[in-house]
C-alpha cells in the first residue's frame, strides 16, 4: 500500500526570535531518513499550521521536500474550515510537489455529514491524493464510518487518520474499504489499531523515538508487543499540556531541539511537565 507504517507529525521548531528554524528543520529530516520514519507530515497540527503565515508555510514545506529528496515521502497538512481555502492549500501543495494532503474535518462550523462529502469531494477534484484526518476533539464533530466509507470511493481520497480512539469506528471503516490507507492518529493504540485493519500512524512520538515507532510494524508477536508495553506510558504522556507543548519539551529534554519554543497562544511546558517527563524518561533509559 502506498501510505502505510510510520510518518511523523514533525514539528516546526523556532529559534529564540520564534521565527521557523530552517537548518533544525532540515536536521530533523536527515534524523527521520536515518530513522525508519515512512514520510513526514509538515505543517499539521503538532507543526503549528494555524500561526505560519502563508510564507512559512510555503518555506517550511520547501524545506521539507528538498531535504527530503524523494527518499521519504512528504504530506502537508492542508485542511480549512474554509472549502475554498482548503482548495486553495491543497492546489498550492500539489504545485510544490508533496506526495498528498492531509484535510482535516472542517472546525468550528460543524457541518453535517451530507456537507462533509462535499468538502471532500471538492478538495479531491485538485487532483492530489488526499488523506482526510478525523479528529473529533479538535473539531467538534466527528466523521461517521460511513462518511469515510462513502468518500473511499472518490478518486484521489486515499485513507484517513482516525484519531477518535474507537476502535469500533476504525472496524467499521476497515472492513467497508478497498485499498484505502487507515492510519491511526493515536500512538497509543497503534498495536490494537493494527489489529483490526490499520496500516500505519501519524505519530508525535515519532518525533523522539522515530525507531521505535517504526519497529512496531517491522515485529510481530512477543517482541512486537513488548515493544508495546515499552511505548505506551511515552505515548501517554507526550499529551501533559497538549500538542505539541509537550513534544517539544521532550524533545529539548532529549536534545534533538535546543529549546522547546511554541507560539502563543500556546506556552512552553511548565517546569513541573519537565521534570515528570525526566523522570519519564530516566525510568525508560533514555537519559
Known amino acids: 500500500m502506498k501510505y502505510s507504517k510510520s510518518y511523523v507529525a514533525i514539528v516546526t521548531p523556532f529559534d529564540d526570535n520564534l521565527e521557523v528554524d530552517i537548518n533544525k528543520l532540515k536536521e530533523l529530516v536527515k534524523f527521520h531518513k536515518e530513522n525508519g520514519t515512512r514520510g513526514i507530515v509538515v505543517c499539521g497540527t503538532t507543526g503549528e499550521a494555524a500561526t505560519l503565515s502563508e510564507q512559512e508555510y510555503i518555506l517550511t514545506i520547501k524545506t521539507v521536500i528538498e531535504e527530503a529528496n524523494g527518499e521519504i515521502q512528504v504530506i502537508a497538512g492542508a485542511g480549512s474550515n474554509s472549502t475554498e481555502k482548503a482548495v486553495y492549500l491543497t492546489k498550492l501543495c500539489k504545485n510544490l510537489g508533496v506526495d498528498a494532503v492531509l484535510s482535516v474535518v472542517p472546525y468550528y462550523n460543524k457541518p453535517s455529514q451530507r456537507a462533509l462529502i462535499n468538502h471532500f469531494k471538492k478538495i479531491a477534484e485538485v487532483g492530489l491524493?488526499?488523506?482526510?484526518?478525523?479528529?473529533?476533539?479538535?473539531?467538534g464533530i466527528n466523521m461517521e464510518a460511513g462518511t469515510t466509507i462513502e468518500l473511499s470511493k472518490v478518486e484521489n481520497i486515499v485513507g484517513i487518520k482516525e484519531a477518535t480512539g474507537s476502535i469500533e469506528q476504525m472496524i467499521e471503516i476497515a472492513n467497508n474499504t478497498k485499498d484505502f490507507a487507515i492510519l491511526s492518529g493515536e500512538d497509543n493504540l497503534i498495536l490494537p489499531m493494527l489489529s483490526v485493519g490499520c496500516v500505519g500512524v501519524i505519530s508525535v512520538t515519532a518525533n523522539i523515538l522515530p525507531r521505535k515507532v517504526a519497529?512496531?510494524?517491522?515485529?510481530?508477536?512477543?517482541?512486537?508487543?513488548?515493544?508495546?508495553?515499552?511505548?505506551?506510558?511515552?505515548?501517554?504522556?507526550?499529551?501533559?499540556?497538549?500538542?505539541?507543548?509537550?513534544?517539544?519539551?521532550?524533545?529539548?529534554i532529549l536534545n534533538i531541539l535546543d529549546n522547546d519554543?511554541?507560539?502563543?497562544?500556546?506556552?512552553?511546558?511548565?517546569?513541573?511537565?519537565?521534570?515528570?517527563?525526566?523522570?519519564?524518561?530516566?525510568?525508560?533509559?533514555?537519559i
Open 129 to 139: 491524493d488526499v488523506i482526510l484526518y478525523n479528529v473529533p476533539s479538535r473539531t
Open 215 to 252: 519497529d512496531i510494524f517491522e515485529l510481530d508477536g512477543k517482541e512486537r508487543l513488548e515493544l508495546h508495553k515499552y511505548m505506551y506510558d511515552i505515548h501517554k504522556n507526550m499529551f501533559i499540556e497538549g500538542n505539541p507543548v509537550t513534544i517539544k519539551n521532550a524533545m529539548k
Open 261 to 286: 519554543n511554541v507560539r502563543e497562544p500556546l506556552l512552553s511546558a511548565s517546569e513541573n511537565t519537565e521534570s515528570k517527563l525526566r523522570d519519564l524518561f530516566k525510568g525508560k533509559g533514555l
